[in-house]
């Protein structure tokens, strides 16, 4: 069976780091692109990043946009978000996303990806 299993989430002050990891299962996530989303209480689930299946490609959220970093490890299928000078806008939680339909789609969208992990809470402190 497919799964995404994010970790490395916690809490953290502004000003600091974490790394975010996607392990993926049951499917051959390597030819998929793939994106990370994060939704905080009380809004829609927005887009962070994301990566085409190489890695050669990369998108990102304006918000994110010189402090956050995507890549991944084919041979590990595994995705990283490497989170730096975090904010506390950026407290959320975190979801791994996995779109099965193309290798070189970077969206932004939440439904053009069909599969998901549980997500990871980040909190960022003042």
């Known amino acids: 069976q497919a799964q995404l299993v994010e970790s490395g989430g916690g809490l953290v002050q502004a000003g600091g780091s974490l790394r975010l990891s996607c392990a993926a299962s049951g499917r051959t996530f390597s030819n998929y692109a793939m994106g990370w989303f994060r939704q905080a209480p009380g809004k829609e689930r927005e887009f962070v990043a994301a990566?085409?299946?190489?890695?050669?490609?990369?998108n990102y959220a304006d918000s994110v946009k010189g402090r956050f970093t995507i890549s991944r490890d084919n041979a590990k299928n595994t995705v990283y978000l490497q989170m730096n000078s975090l904010k506390p806008e950026d407290t959320a939680v975190y979801y791994c996303?996995?779109?099965?339909?193309?290798?070189?789609?970077?969206?932004?969208?939440?439904?053009?990806?069909?599969?998901w992990g549980q997500g990871t809470q980040v909190t960022v402190s003042s």
């Open positions: 990566i085409t299946w190489s890695g050669s490609s990369t």
């Open positions: 996303a996995a779109d099965s339909t193309s290798r070189l789609r970077v969206g932004v969208f939440p439904t053009k990806y069909d599969y």
